[in-house]
């Protein structure tokens, strides 16, 4: 069974960044693709950014959040989060695609406000 575990999530003024990170529990070769979804309060989850075979952003955030993955453990994905801004408030999930499943994180709460 596959665990994600986030961190890095908190409070920062608009305009701030923030960095996330996630580890998975399973070795890396098995894990195709890993990304972030996130889920405002009130609204419905919304898938963030993604990276497999190729790397690909939301237009919300595309230029302003970077998506990375360490090349030596390949189990660990980090999202760079630059000008955020109010609307970026969410709890933010790590995920994983392995053996043909999508795992979920348990999530991390990102709050901009001034």
């Known amino acids: 069974q596959l665990q994600l575990v986030e961190s890095g999530g908190g409070l920062v003024q608009p305009g701030g960044s923030l960095k996330l990170s996630c580890a998975a529990s399973?070795?890396?070769?098995?894990?195709?693709?890993m990304g972030w979804y996130r889920q405002a309060p009130g609204k419905q989850r919304e898938w963030v950014a993604s990276t497999g075979s190729s790397t690909n952003y939301a237009d919300s955030v595309k230029g302003r959040f970077t998506i990375s993955r360490d090349n030596a453990k390949k189990n660990t994905v980090d999202l760079q989060m630059n000008n955020l801004e109010p609307d970026d408030t969410a709890v933010y999930y790590c995920?994983?695609?392995?053996?043909?499943?999508?795992?979920w994180g348990k999530g991390t709460l990102v709050t901009v406000s001034s």
């Open positions: 995920t994983a695609v392995h053996s043909g499943v999508l795992y």
């Open positions: 399973v070795t890396t070769f098995t894990i195709n693709a």
